[in-house]
């Protein structure tokens, strides 16, 4: 009898142990716990971005002509004193300035077939869309940090909207992104900046 009890207990014991081990397919092995060793390679994708954003810093051997560097210039009225958007800066005096990017890089222009196009604006105290219709603005360009052709700009032309008055507007087709500098010419003043041009 005594024998019974023992042989029913040992197989119960052993039928709860089988209950609750884990099937087969849940039971891991030390591999699956261990650290990859083959990590992926950092996409393609990772290193465009990292190459664009470099390439979106100015070198220092550039130049950039920025907000901190600049003189606290305020456009006489009827203008806005400061320029009315956010990261632009007014460059320049009462005779000629521009507006430009607080960080002195232009990024994501257009790339059509004469280059990298941008417009840019010019202001003047001398000047008067009604009176003047077609400014007798000039603009030139020229890349400091490598050779590059001509930059092509258009016969300027006017601008008004109520937060930027009476403008002149030409455009500029850059063949090379780089630095460049800029210089506009109306009326006997002449002003130069210098800006990165980024992808």
């Not at 884990?22 to 092995?29: E, F, R, Y």
Request: glycine share 8%; aromatic share 10%.
């Amino acid at each position: 009898m005594h024998r019974l009890y023992f042989t029913l207990s040992i197989l119960i014991l052993v039928s709860l142990l089988a209950g609750c081990a884990p099937g087969s397919s849940q039971i891991k092995s030390l591999e699956d716990y261990r650290m990859p060793t083959d990590l992926p390679e950092p996409s393609s994708l990772t290193k465009t971005v990292q190459t664009e954003t470099a390439a979106s810093i100015p070198p220092t051997d550039c130049p950039v002509t920025t907000a901190k560097d600049s003189t606290s210039f305020e456009a006489p009225a009827p203008y806005s004193p400061s320029a009315p958007w956010q990261g632009i800066f007014w460059f320049g005096s009462e005779h000629l300035w521009t507006a430009l990017p607080a960080d002195g890089v232009w990024s994501g222009l257009p790339n059509n077939p004469g280059g990298y196009t941008q417009k840019i604006m010019w202001w003047s105290d001398l000047y008067s869309l009604k009176d003047e219709l077609e400014p007798d603005l000039v603009m030139t360009g020229e890349r400091l940090d490598a050779k590059a052709p001509q930059v092509k700009v258009s016969k300027a032309t006017n601008a008004f909207a109520e937060d930027i008055g009476d403008a002149m507007l030409g455009g500029a087709d850059f063949p090379t992104l780089g630095c460049w500098k800029i210089t506009g010419q109306y009326k006997k003043t002449e002003l130069s900046f210098v800006v990165w041009l980024a992808p």
